[in-house]
């Protein structure tokens, strides 16, 4: 049986171990405290991470903003354009070296929709260093690297509200098109009712999904007495069965004529419906 070697902890192999031991002489050498070097570790991470990077229109390179630190990569000789969000107002543009890095402001699009470029020039390569961006929205935290030939010519961003706000258009327009009551969409209900005769509750729209019939009334309607609905079936009235969910009229089949009734005596009112006109 082997025996575990004396002062290893389980589960720690010599090369973690020794990882171990070098993050921590390297915090000792410069008089870092634990929660210091679990910062700088957190912030490295972070900073390393590679994140989501997609293709924009024009080739521009696009970052989803706040999930990791941007590594923009440029070139002497060349520039790279980074493209804020329209309308964003730079309040302040912070460099690490501000010797070998030249960052200038430009602006593109119309008058109060114009979006803020900045224009990043390295003077050589091999160069690091970091740039942070206030604005009227946010802050950005960029890292900038320079490289003898390889660059990036733009570089925008995805913003997550956008995002969301384009799914909560989308939704919107999906539920638009989806009747009240059926739930389904408008192209898979019957229309073809016609609706004859006056009273301050005359259904504004009757359809059908195939197996039950939506009377719609206008919405002063909810809270109050609906009238009650009778299917004509051979020359006589009866009361069938539906229920009311707010302004809606909900029957269990389809009606091929039926009346609507409210009031009695000179006060009664009176709607009259019929599928097919």
């Known amino acids: 049986m082997k025996q575990r070697r004396k002062g290893l902890p389980l589960g720690l192999t010599a090369a973690s171990l020794a990882a171990v031991i070098g993050m921590a002489d390297v915090a000792v050498a410069q008089g870092m405290s634990t929660n210091e070097t679990k910062g700088t570790s957190i912030s490295g991470r972070w900073r390393g991470s590679p994140g989501l990077v997609t293709r ?61 470029h900045l224009i990043v020039k390295p003077s050589e390569a091999g160069l690091v260093t970091s740039m942070v961006v206030t604005t009227s929205r946010r802050t950005y935290h960029m890292q900038l690297r320079s ?6 010519a733009r570089i925008g961003f995805e913003y997550p509200e956008d995002v969301n706000g384009r799914m909560a258009e989308i939704n919107a327009r999906m539920e638009a098109s989806v009747i009240p009551g059926a739930n389904v969409p408008a192209e898979q209900l019957n229309f073809a009712y016609s609706v004859s005769g006056n009273a ?32 004509i079936s051979g020359g006589q009235n009866r009361i069938v069965n539906y229920r009311m969910r707010g302004s809606m009229m909900i029957v269990d089949y389809h009606i091929d004529q039926a009346v609507l009734v409210s009031g009695v005596g000179w006060r009664q009112e009176k709607i009259t419906i019929r599928r097919g006109g």
């Open 56 to 116: 924009g229109p024009d080739g521009k390179v696009v970052f989803l903003y706040g999930e990791v630190q941007p590594s923009i990569v440029c070139s002497p000789l060349q520039v790279c354009d980074i493209e804020l969000q329209p309308g964003e107002v730079v309040r302040d543009v912070l460099v690490g070296d501000t010797v070998r890095w030249k960052i200038e402001p430009a602006t593109s699009g119309a008058p109060g929709g114009q979006a803020i």
């Open 200 to 231: 301050r509750w005359r259904p504004t729209r009757i359809y059908s999904d195939g197996q039950k019939t939506y009377i719609q009334f206008p919405s002063s309607l909810a809270g109050q007495d609906a009238p009650v609905l009778f299917a």
């Open 147 to 152: 490289h003898a030939t390889q660059y990036m």
